[in-house]
Nanobody, 128 residues
C-alpha cells in the first residue's frame, strides 16, 4: 500500500526553523518526484516545492525561495523540507505528495492535480 507520512511540525516563533520529514512506504521512492504543498485555513492548497528523483533538482514557489530547502534520501525512503526564517504567513498544514510533474514550469508542478498519494499532513504554527 502506497503511503506518505509527514512529521516534524509544531509551534515555532517567527524567525525560527523547522525540518519536516516525508516518509514513503509501499513503493520505490527512487521512481518518483516528491512535492510539498501547504494549506492555510480558508485558503487553497499551495505548491511550495518539489524535488526530482533523477537528478535531485528542486524548484520553489516565490513565497519560500531562499528560506526553504528540500532534500531527499532515497536509501532511507524520506524527503525533507528544511524551513528557515519562518513567518506567521507560513502557518499551515504541510503535505507531501508523489508524482512525476517536478518540472521547471511553476504552474505545472504547483498544481495539486498533477500529484497523487498525499500524506495526511503535519501542522506548522508560526507564532509568539
Amino acid at each position: 500500500q502506497v503511503q506518505l507520512a509527514e512529521s516534524g511540525g509544531g509551534l515555532v516563533p517567527p524567525g525560527g526553523s523547522l525540518r519536516l520529514s516525508c516518509a514513503a512506504s509501499g513503493f520505490t521512492l527512487d521512481d518518483y518526484a516528491i512535492a510539498w504543498f501547504r494549506q492555510a485555513p480558508g485558503k487553497e492548497r499551495e505548491g511550495i516545492s518539489c524535488i526530482r528523483s533523477s537528478d535531485f533538482r528542486s524548484y520553489y514557489a516565490p513565497s519560500v525561495k531562499g528560506r526553504f530547502s528540500v532534500t531527499r534520501d532515497n536509501a532511507k525512503g524520506t524527503v525533507y523540507l528544511q524551513m528557515n526564517s519562518l513567518k506567521s504567513e507560513d502557518t499551515a498544514v504541510y503535505h507531501c505528495a508523489r508524482g512525476l510533474a517536478c518540472v521547471s514550469d511553476w504552474y505545472t508542478w504547483s498544481h495539486p492535480s498533477n500529484w497523487n498519494s498525499w500524506g495526511q499532513g503535519t501542522l506548522v504554527t508560526v507564532s509568539t
